[in-house]
């Protein structure tokens, strides 16, 4: 009897973690079908932790270093990211072996129409709105779209306000229509379409307006958009039998690279490497060839 090769792919837990590492086991599997792909998801901090703000973590990789672990100590042999929560420097026993081709890098506003019908657009909200977001780039970004909209205000937050919010997409929505306690919200659009909730005839949804922002009003953080495959470096490992398992590995899941995403997320990666900015500065981009 032939025995079947199983490779693991380790992923955080929330519904757009999972979306995502699905998404990328259903590339590899149409690429491999010899081959079973298994998904093992873990809790991150930044998913336990769901209070805190953002630029506060004094960690780098609060969304990464569980799953860091579990693909060091081999229990998975690679991890499925958003470019985006991945620190610029990577811990040097790993790297990114693979992105999968980018989607809208946007950002979006999410309105709900139960409370402010047929308002569609960020320059429609009654003046008292409540805006929230986590990104100090969003929120940098808001000011400067609202300073421009009202010239001749002193300060555009006496008008608008922009507040915390945190969660996965799923709690930041439900404190959007459930729970009343914004006006509006923005995240990245890619998160928001995986989830459906850009679908018109989506019941969970139906009050919500979703709007794609400009990239040239709103350019977008490092990485939006795009997903990594993270692998063990081989250059690391001892034991020369697990050395080239991994380099295996690697070569297997470099066959999903998208040169084009790659280039681009690693001019933006390393703009802000050398601006040492994380999630703590407020660094916006708009790439292209
Ligand atoms: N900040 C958390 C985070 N990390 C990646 C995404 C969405 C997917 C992506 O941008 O690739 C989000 C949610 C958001 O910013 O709305």
């Not at 991890?79 to 811990?91: Q, W």
């Not at 790297?95 to 999410?110: G, V």
């Not at 999903?256 to 990666?269: K, P, S, V």
Request: net charge positive; charged share 25%; hydrophobic share 35%.
């Amino acid at each position: 009897m032939t025995s079947v090769e199983i490779i693991k792919i380790g992923t955080r837990e929330s519904p757009l973690a999972m979306w995502q590492a699905r998404h990328a086991q259903k590339l590899l599997q149409e690429k491999f079908p010899s081959i079973t792909f298994e998904l093992i998801s873990r809790k991150t901090q930044g998913d336990k932790n769901t209070e805190l703000p953002l630029s506060k973590f004094s960690d780098k990789g609060v969304f990464t270093k569980e799953l860091d672990d579990i693909l060091l100590n081999r229990q998975v042999d690679c991890a499925v990211h958003c470019v985006k929560d991945l620190p610029t420097v990577l811990d040097s026993r790993m790297e990114i072996i693979c992105y999968l081709k980018r989607e809208a890098p946007n950002d979006c506003i999410l309105i709900d129409q139960a409370k402010h019908k047929n308002v569609t657009t960020l320059s429609q909200l009654p003046h008292g709105s409540k805006i929230g977001t986590s990104s100090l780039r969003r929120k940098a970004l808001l000011r400067r779209f609202f300073r421009a909209q009202h010239p001749q205000a002193e300060n555009v937050d006496d008008i608008y306000s922009i507040e915390e919010i945190r969660g996965n997409l799923g709690t930041r929505l439900n404190k959007l229509l459930k729970e009343q306690l914004f006006d509006a919200i923005m995240l990245a659009y890619v998160g928001v379409d995986r989830l459906e909730w850009t679908k018109r005839n989506n019941e969970n949804v139906k009050d919500l307006c979703v709007t794609k922002l400009s990239d040239i009003q709103f350019p977008y953080c490092v990485g939006q958009g795009a997903l990594a495959l993270v692998c063990r470096s081989s250059k690391w490992t001892i034991n020369s039998s697990e050395q080239s398992h991994d380099a295996n590995l690697q070569s297997r899941f470099s066959q999903l690279n998208d040169i084009y995403t790659q280039l681009l997320c690693e001019a933006e990666r390393s703009l802000l490497r050398e601006l040492e900015g994380g999630c703590k500065v407020p660094v916006a981009v708009r790439t292209y060839r």
